[in-house]
């Protein structure tokens, strides 16, 4: 996916930083909107149709967190990556949590951001035209028919095993916390260990190599990322 016509409102109370994403983004072929408040934040939301928003949480009339909920609440079906200094975990899951799609630390490289809005891009493509197999690799998820195949063998998941998978599935290519996996598969408990021994379970096998997986990726503190879906073949070319 190239930045042609993709436009992106950036939410930053610095200008350094704005202009920083405005030059660089701008070289990869978005269109940048800016606002340095959340009050010209939501008026650009209502006025220019951005189809991504990087929203940074330290800006002086509203909380970014704040914002982010109110957002969430209307819905705003909109992909929403943080942009921000503040690296503690509990902030991070917290953003999460509220529906933030990614989260990306300052200082961050040009190249990083650009592949975490191309992930959120496509992952709400996804979503709005959710294909029933799933595949990335050699990884292959029928949600359908419940398939779960390796390089066409097929793998036998245990229900809870399946449950996990599925959820990074529907989420692929975006972080899910602890926390939802644990509210949505043990139905609120709470010991991280649970989920750690499933997922361990499950790598052993779908990964080539568990303890270097390629498929489910560990971020550290905060919870769990699958590999994002392979992009579908263009379709043939018709007859002359």
Not at 61 to 90: K, N
Not at 161 to 183: F, N, P, S
Request: aromatic share 4%.
């Amino acid at each position: 996916m190239t930045g042609t016509n993709v436009r992106i409102l950036v939410v930053d109370d610095e200008p350094a930083i704005r202009k920083l994403v405005r030059v660089g983004l701008g070289a990869q072929g978005y269109d940048i909107l800016e606002a340095g408040t959340a009050a010209q934040a939501m008026e650009a939301v209502r006025a220019g149709r951005p189809e991504l928003v990087l929203l940074d949480l330290g800006l002086p009339d509203m909380a970014g967190l704040d914002l982010l909920a109110r957002w969430r609440a209307q819905p705003l079906d909109l992909p929403i990556v943080i942009l921000s200094s503040r690296t503690d975990e509990a902030g991070i899951v917290n953003a999460l949590e509220l529906g933030a799609d990614d989260y990306v630390t300052k200082p961050f490289g040009l190249k990083e951001l650009v592949a975490r809005i191309r992930v959120a891009l496509r992952h709400r493509l996804q979503q709005q035209g959710e294909r029933p197999v799933f595949q990335t690799g050699e990884l292959s998820v029928d949600l359908v028919r419940r398939l779960v195949k390796v390089g066409g063998r097929d793998v036998k998941l245990s229900p809870k095993e399946y449950e996990i998978l599925r959820i990074l599935v529907q989420h692929a290519g975006k972080v899910i916390t602890h926390r939802h996996l644990l509210a949505q598969v043990w139905t609120g408990a709470t010991d991280v260990q649970y989920l750690r021994v499933y997922v361990r379970q499950l790598r052993q096998k779908i990964e080539r190599s568990p303890d270097e997986p390629h498929y489910i990726l560990t971020e550290t503190g905060v919870g769990y990322r699958l590999r994002e879906a392979d992009p579908e073949p263009a379709p043939p070319e018709p007859a002359p």
